[in-house]
């Protein structure tokens, strides 16, 4: 029961029945990552196991983890022309939701008198895994609290997304491809392309970008951080 090799059967025995679970259901709030992550929480707290050994064994997900961000460089290469031809609505709305994002974060945080090292842990929240992860741990953050932020904003995102974006009367695929992309990444843009094929293109066109971006701004983003007092 201590092996690596059970820790890897238990995770990917509890998402497959998550996905199993979201398919049947077919709700936003059946996400299956977010739901594959309760259920091992709760077998490890059960089971005579100890979370220190399973942290260890997961480290062929943090190389699969690095092997998808390679793999954002695709949608990047087959939206190209997308991107050439509406790049300035693109890249601004990636670069408003990245400001928003960090904003938000230090602004509330700040308010509620919350450490720094936990608010940089969310700073990367609307980026995915496979990049907020190793930037976090670059940084020497909590590693376990980005991984958190990241899925709780991805599936709130694939949930309240769509609705909010039909409340205020945003129906260009452009546009919404670029909200679900750049704010709730993976889980916003399975959403997207549910919605269309332009959609989804854009959303997974912003991952990519999102990614990129924050990671350059974030010593920027660092500094700010150190001058507010």
Known sequence: MTSSFFYIALTLAAYALALKASKRL??????PLFWSAVIVIILIYLLPVSFEDYFSSMTIFDMLLLLSTVSLAVPLYKNLDSLKKNALPIL????????????????????????????????????TLGMSLPLIEEVGGYSAITAFSVIITGTSGAVFGPSILRAIRVDDPIAVGVALGTTSH???????????EVEGSIASLCIAITG?????????ILMILDALP
């Open 92 to 127: 601004g709305g990636v670069l408003v939701g990245i400001v928003v994002s960090a904003g938000t974060i230090i602004l509330f945080t700040k308010l509620l008198g919350i450490d720094k090292d936990l608010i940089i842990a969310l700073l990367p929240k609307s980026i």
């Open 186 to 196: 993976v889980s916003g843009t399975a959403v997207a392309y549910e919605m269309g």
């Open 26 to 31: 077919k709700h936003p709030l059946a996400n």
């Open 212 to 220: 990129l971006i924050t990671i350059m701004l974030f010593p920027l």
